[in-house]
T-cell receptor, first 117, second 110 residues
Framework: GAVVSQHPSRVICKSGTSVKIECRSL??????MFWYRQFPKQSLMLMAT?????????EQGVEKDKFLINHASLTLSTLTVTSAHPEDSSFYIC?????????????FGPGTRLTVT | SQQGEEDPQALSIQEGENATMNCSYK?????LQWYRQNSGRGLVHLIL?????REKHSGRLRVTLDTSKKSSSLLITASRAADTASYFC??????????FGTGTRLTIIP
């Protein structure tokens, strides 16, 4: 159980275009999902927290108009990179959180490799 | 939210040996999770240990937690080449967001 999928796994796009990445919790419902970005040989950096039915909360320094997040259902969150530029090339990973009594467990998707040319 | 600090940053051992990596954190927690990340992949949830637990096992993994020292350790016994990956700890309190340190890069030498 607790499987999170992402689609696509890889995407190449031209500079100036927009790219949408989907994150789905396959066998559980997640009121909260998270989006991370990882540059080569670096750790994961939290970009935003996505709550079902409400606006996402962005971390400091992350442009909300550039990285549009929609959490339309308890099993789906999407990240749209708008007007992508080469510096947006990165590995984007989503995760979904599930409540287990008084604690929370967080499960991660396999990631999406974005390359902007 | 707080992030854990993994130590060492890098570890290379022979296949079959045991690997131990440590995690330190700063403030109170409800639980601490360990994750593995293979190169170019997402994070795999390995184990969660609650603050009232001192030790937990899962297959070849053994996790300890010392809340008085604000530290945890992950032991991988009888290591295999497939264990080569980066390992991250994630201490959390309540519904805090998970943030990550630089991890421990484990290399198993065949």
């Amino acid at each position: 159980g607790a499987v999170v999928s992402q689609h696509p796994s890889r995407v190449i796009c031209k500079s100036g275009t927009s790219v949408k990445i989907e994150c789905r919790s396959l066998d559980f419902q997640a009121t909260t999902m998270f989006w991370y970005r990882q540059f080569p040989k670096q750790s994961l950096m939290l970009m935003a927290t996505s709550n079902e039915g409400s606006k996402a909360t962005y971390e400091q320094g992350v442009e909300k108009d550039k990285f549009l997040i929609n959490h339309a259902s308890l099993t789906l969150s999407t990240l749209t990179v708008t007007s992508a530029h080469p510096e947006d090339s990165s590995f984007y990973i989503c995760s979904a959180r599930v409540e287990r009594g008084v604690t929370y467990e967080q499960y991660f998707g396999p990631g999406t490799r974005l390359t902007v040319t | 939210s707080q992030q854990g600090e993994e130590d060492p940053q890098a570890l290379s051992i022979q296949e079959g040996e045991n690997a131990t990596m440590n995690c330190s954190y700063k403030t109170s927690i409800n639980n601490l999770q360990w994750y593995r990340q293979n190169s170019g992949r997402g994070l795999v949830h390995l184990i969660l240990i609650r603050s009232n637990e001192r030790e937990k096992h899962s297959g070849r993994l053994r996790v300890t937690l010392d809340t008085s020292k604000k530290s945890s350790s992950l032991l991988i016994t009888a290591s295999r080449a497939a264990d080569t990956a980066s390992y991250f700890c994630a201490p959390t309190f309540g519904n805090e967001k998970l943030t990550f340190g630089t991890g421990t890069r484990l290399t198993i030498i065949p």
